[in-house]
């Protein structure tokens, strides 16, 4: 096997952090860990501090992406670990176990998002009739359930990489087979023009509808793009029954720039990006009028 390994998908071996020297890779992986630690915990801190004081029906209406806001702050605080980690052997055992809650946590929150979005557009009677909170406490707490199964199951597979590499690909493709399927629908819907409606209504109707698919467009690419790489990077390691760090590095980087779209377009959706964006972007209104035109 290939001597040059990934941390993040192998395990460490310890080393005396007085004599260490890191690589060029090892430098570009410290840099990613930072960033994710530095811009993304106060991002969704930001997140989620918005969502938990806004009014009962929009708390109820953004609890998934509140608990994935939430998901993602253990990620940054995971990257704050596998950063101390290039100098403290000790921290292995807990870095190992948060490898679950990074492979399992944001694409089942980011799954339950987009089911939820089909139902709402296709299914509006289920939609309405799951729309309480409680239904939402229930799906968030199996999906915690998963993730913490996820985290006991990384403590003992992760030094066995290909049983790992397999895990993370089969959860990838699930996860990513259902988030496509979900999202392509909306698409094809949103695309769809409504009947019966003239002048400056149905022009309305219709700039909304464009920008919302824009909306969703773009997270179907940041799917793709956060997602895809990564899975055939850990497939063609498995089949070549190599790690290559040069392989992994640009899936890794995909996975962590792309990861910064969705709470950018959330504060964009809500009006928090005015400064940068025009406000007048309301993909939930979009929806609304959606179900109009369906009906």
Known sequence: MNNSTVNYTTPETSTNSTTQSFGPLQILEMCLHSIIFAFGLSTHTFVTWFIMTRTASGFELEF????????????????????????????????????????????????????????????????????????????????????????????????????????????????????????VAVLRALKQSGPGERGRERGEENHMKRRAFHIILITTVTMVIIYVPLTFTALFTILTNLIIQEVWSPSMICYVLAGFVQPVLYLHRTGKLSCLFSPNLKPANAIILLFKSRD
């Open 64 to 183: 998934f992406f509140l608990n994935l806001s939430v998901s993602e702050i253990g990620n940054c605080l995971n990257s704050l670990i596998r950063l101390l980690s290039f100098w403290y052997s000790g921290l292995s055992t807990l870095k190992q176990c948060l490898k679950g809650l990074a492979i399992t946590g944001r694409p089942l929150f980011q799954c339950l998002i987009c089911v939820e979005r089909y139902l709402a557009v296709f299914h509006p009677v289920t939609f309405l009739k799951y729309k309480p909170l409680r239904y939402r406490v229930i799906c968030c707490t199996a999906a915690w359930i998963i993730i913490l199964g996820s985290c006991l199951g990384c403590m003992f597979i992760v030094s066995h990489y290909i049983v790992y590499l397999w895990f993370l690909s089969l959860q990838f493709l699930h996860f990513v087979s259902i988030q496509l399927f979900c999202l």
